[in-house]
């Protein structure tokens, strides 16, 4: 199964026709997470404590953990993330927080070392930005720091189209450039 974690907020994203070119091309199943559809929980002190509880006592079954399931049980992950103000919506942060869970997505070896747990090899990250200054460092860096120092996710790239909103762009060949389609 493909887990194609979308952070997307615009339903007319460029960063969503991006990935979703590249979706159709698959041949597995692909899971879509909504990050805007989702309520997450606030993350204080009661949360931690129950959270931390649960994991103290191995009960992975919670519906607490049901993101870091699906994640971790994945065989390929795809993010949609439209690049702003120097990283990405913050939803998909909120998203990571719940799914960066010791003993299911990562565990520490005993010279407290992280070392994944998830099942997928690669993770591309889709983005698109109206300018040209896109740090990789920032957004898609933290992603792919997650997905190689924690989850063990070792491919892990980056598909972005750049200077969309320079005027005389012309957007829709930037897309198609990045895609690779003829229409």
């Not at 439209?82 to 565990?107: C, N």
């Not at 896109?134 to 189209?161: S, T």
């Amino acid at each position: 199964m493909v887990l194609f974690i979308n952070a997307c907020v615009r339903e007319a994203s460029r960063t969503l026709r991006l990935a979703r070119a590249a979706l159709a091309e698959k041949a597995k199943p692909v899971t879509e997470v909504r990050l805007i559809d989702l309520a997450f929980p606030k993350v204080d002190e009661a949360f931690l404590e129950k959270r931390d509880l649960l994991i103290g006592e191995g009960r992975f079954d919670d519906p607490l953990f049901l993101l870091a399931r699906q994640f971790a049980e994945a065989e390929e992950i795809v993010v949609a993330a439209p690049y702003w103000d120097l990283s990405f919506p913050a939803v998909l942060k909120q998203y990571f927080e719940q799914v960066t869970v010791i003993g299911i997505t990562f565990r520490y070896t005993p010279e407290g070392v992280p070392e994944g747990l998830c099942r997928a090899k690669k993770l591309t990250y889709f983005t698109t930005a109206g300018g040209e200054f896109v740090p990789e460092e920032y957004g898609f860096g933290y992603v792919r720091a997650l997905a190689q120092n924690l989850y063990g996710i070792g491919e892990v790239r980056i598909v972005k189209a750049t200077g969309l909103d320079i005027d005389g762009a012309d957007v829709e060949e930037i897309l198609r450039a990045v895609t690779g389609s003829k229409k």
